[in-house]
């Protein structure tokens, strides 16, 4: 029962450099408005201004972005330490259009590079807005390759802080955390829109994925709508300890792909809690979601999903650790275990819950607690073990072992901050936007208006 009870709490131990991060005063010792380094409203291009203003703020300054669009190419911030970038009331980062977009060794560069900083912060309620739209087209109709560029970026680096901006439409991928030792991310909004008249779903527009061995990240109180992975946690090597330590709570996410692992292929992830998260909106295609396959040795292991609440989600539950058909004569194959599910409610799924595994790497140690989503094909499994409690009707097999009631994860860190709203509760409203109408959801569902300038605001 105590090896059961532990593998579920895997904050127990947990390192928090968030914790002393928060609790210091984010005032810099020099400040950098980038309008002092020759930033303007109406250039096509500021990427030389901020660039300066990033390099005169490096240590210990904050560079502001004051209200209204401000044009650039991509930027880059390199061994920063106590850096903030503050985006004002009102502002607007904007990518230039994709002939302008400079390209290495045939890829579009990341719009935004973070590159080994120490306690560095993004903060502020203003934006950056990728310009998606005309390169989801484009991908679309083949005239450019799936090489778009990612917005934010961040490589190694430590007690990193993402907070309150919002990034709409960003090429492809918006954020990845690569190798990083302690992040928070809250209070952001990830928007990618459909386009087509609302028919067609953006590709590749992950929200977040931490991967390559980051670990000790907490990702609370965010909203994504953006028609990929919500979250997906990537993978590490098992020599570099795996990607682990991760805590996504208290958000809301609209038409995507889902709270996924993966995939995973080779490398490991483990020690991962998903909890108190609303899905909803058409278009959603999987609720809590693992995706790997055999390829070389790993693993996933301990990983938890608590209190979801899942609305019209195509498939609400889906274990597939044969993500991609095993290689003939494959010897090494990803390990998935102990897998907790626990609280999981929807009566809207097409499919309800699926766990499909190759015979000579069964899942081991499946746990359902109170789990109950319907509307479907009731569960699927192949090589699947394990043991439901006050569930739907349960396909799991036994392995002789006991499976006793596992122990509700650890509580988060304490939050310096008060206490976030119910997971039930709706969203925050967009709080930016383009020309074209995407505030249409701002102003029918929330009772917004429109408030322009260079930029527009939901008000």
């Not at 439901?388 to 009631?405: E, H, Q, V």
Request: hydrophobic share 30%; with cysteine; net charge negative.
């Amino acid at each position: 029962v105590e090896a059961r009870c532990s593998a579920l709490r895997p904050f127990a131990n947990m390192r928090r450099p968030f914790l002393v991060v928060a609790l210091q005063a984010l005032a810099a010792a020099k400040q950098c408005d980038i309008r002092s380094y020759g930033a303007d409203k109406s250039a096509d291009d500021n990427s030389k201004a901020i660039s300066a203003a990033i390099k005169d703020c490096l240590t210990d300054g904050e560079v502001v972005v004051p209200e209204g669009v401000f044009k650039s190419k991509p930027l880059t911030v390199a061994s920063g330490q106590d850096f903030i970038l503050t985006l004002s009331e009102g502002s607007s980062v904007q990518g230039v259009p994709r002939d302008s977009w400079p390209t290495s060794n045939g890829e579009y560069v990341t719009f935004l590079q973070l590159n080994d900083c120490k306690r560095c912060t993004i903060r502020g309620s203003g934006m950056f807005d990728g310009q998606g739209t005309p390169w989801y087209i484009d991908f679309d109709n083949g005239k450019i390759s799936d090489h778009r560029p990612t917005w934010l970026v961040v490589s190694g680096g430590s007690d990193l802080k993402l907070l309150d901006f919002t990034l709409l439409n960003a090429p492809m991928f918006n954020m990845k955390l690569s190798g990083v030792a302690g992040a928070e991310v809250s209070g952001i909004n990830i928007t990618s829109q459909w386009y087509d008249g609302d028919t067609k779903e953006p590709h590749n527009t992950d929200g977040i994925d931490p991967g390559d061995n980051s670990h000790d990240i907490w990702i609370h109180d965010v909203y994504i709508h953006n028609g990929d992975d919500f979250v997906a946690i990537k993978p590490g090597s098992e020599d570099g300890g795996c990607t682990s330590n991760i805590l996504v709570e208290n958000s809301h996410f609209e038409r995507g792909h889902g709270l996924s692992i993966g995939s995973v292929g080779k490398g490991c992830v483990k020690d991962v809690v998903f909890r108190n998260i609303k899905l909803s909106g058409q278009g959603t295609q999987n609720g809590c979601r693992i995706k790997s396959y055999s390829d070389q040795p790993g693993f996933v292991k301990n990983i938890t999903w608590q209190n979801i609440e899942l609305t019209d989600t195509k498939t609400c539950i889906t274990v597939n650790a044969e993500y991609k058909p095993t290689p003939k004569g494959a010897t090494n194959f990803i390990q998935v275990s102990d897998i907790n599910l626990i609280n999981v409610t929807s009566k809207t799924c097409e499919h309800d819950a699926e766990f499909l595994c190759p015979s000579e790497a069964p899942c081991r140690g499946i746990w359902l607690d109170d789990v109950k989503v319907s509307g479907g094909d009731g569960m699927i499994c192949q090589y699947a073990y394990g043991s439901a409690k006050n569930s739907m009707n349960s396909c799991l097999k036994s392995d002789g072992s006991p499976t006793p009631a596992p122990a509700s994860p650890t509580p988060a860190p304490a939050s310096p901050t008060p206490a976030p709203p119910s997971p039930t509760s709706a969203p925050a409203p967009p709080t930016s936007c383009d020309v074209d109408g995407c505030l249409a959801r701002c102003v029918d569902e929330y009772g917004g208006s429109v408030t322009g300038g260079d930029a527009y605001f939901c008000a």
